[in-house]
């Protein structure tokens, strides 16, 4: 295995030293694919993606699609999925089963019968993307009752992979150990878990971009755990920071800061196409360099390096509490508890 300080695990540094803009030279989902060598090789491996309706969702599975491998894909609107099947259909290289499953992740209920819809198509996963997310909402519950940010983001995706990792580990093999990718966020930087009132419910602990920001960090520990706990059972994991990109993730953002992000050059330069969003997302799938190995914090198709500064809207780094054994552990109990998910494997 390449030392993960080598090139292998930043093939793309320098397209990404001096970024110019959506479509610059930085690498699309496809490429990382095609670099990879897999176009057509999949067959046999199953994907699954979360949330592929729109932005970074939707060339997540057409570069996924193209390896050859049959891709499943959640959507709450099946109209709009049916949509993107017959686009993805039309412009895919790749010749495995393109299939989509409705799932609400407002609803845990909903949630557990996307997992045994999914189960009752394919006994095999390979490759398990936790794409799906909202950012910045007003103060709301769900059905269930928590925060909706930690129970979109969060609570739903660990349901999910919960339920699908006895399928994850039977799937593993000697040639390709099977992966589990959760879209983080820099915004983990704005909080880490809040044990003694998760839900943010007491007077004034409610912030958009706190619960947005203690979601986000709820990823990366979860990946965490997987690799860490899994990981000598087949099963890797990471977290990305997909990058900037211009899609309804913003749609709750104050419109006063878009403008002041559209004026401001530095922003606009790191800011990228979908095509290029889902680029380290689909690195992390593919990528041959991470064969046998997980369990980081990834941007721009490479180890995220850490930082100090809690404050940047666009930086690629991590902050101290993205790896924090003691706390993936207590999430991960506490996590399995609210949804009424064991993991026994």
Known sequence: MASQSSEAFNPYRALYEAPQGPGDERPTGLRVVQDNNVIGQWGGHVV???????????????????????????????EKAEKVLEDIKKTSQGSGKLEVIVMDMDSLSSVKEAARQFLAKSDKLNVLINNAGIMGTPKSTTVDGFERQLAVNHLAHFTLTALLLPTLIKSS???FNSRVVNLSSSAHRYSSIVFDDINLSEPGAYEPYRAYGQSKTANIWTANYIDRVYGPKGVHAYS??????????????????????????SIMQQMQSPEQGCATSV????GKAWEGTGGKYLANCTIAPPTEDYTSVISDAYVTHAYDEEGENKLWDLSCKLVGVSVDV
């Open 48 to 78: 699954l993606v979360t949330g592929a309706t729109s932005g970074i969702g939707i060339e997540t599975v057409r570069a996924l699609h193209a390896t050859g491998a049959d891709v499943y894909f959640t959507a709450r609107n099946l």
């Open 173 to 175: 093999s000697s040639t």
């Open 240 to 265: 990305v920071h997909p990058g900037g990109i211009w899609s309804g993730l913003y749609q709750h953002a104050d419109s006063a800061i878009l403008e002041q992000w559209a004026d401001d050059k």
């Open 283 to 286: 690195w992390a799938a593919v």
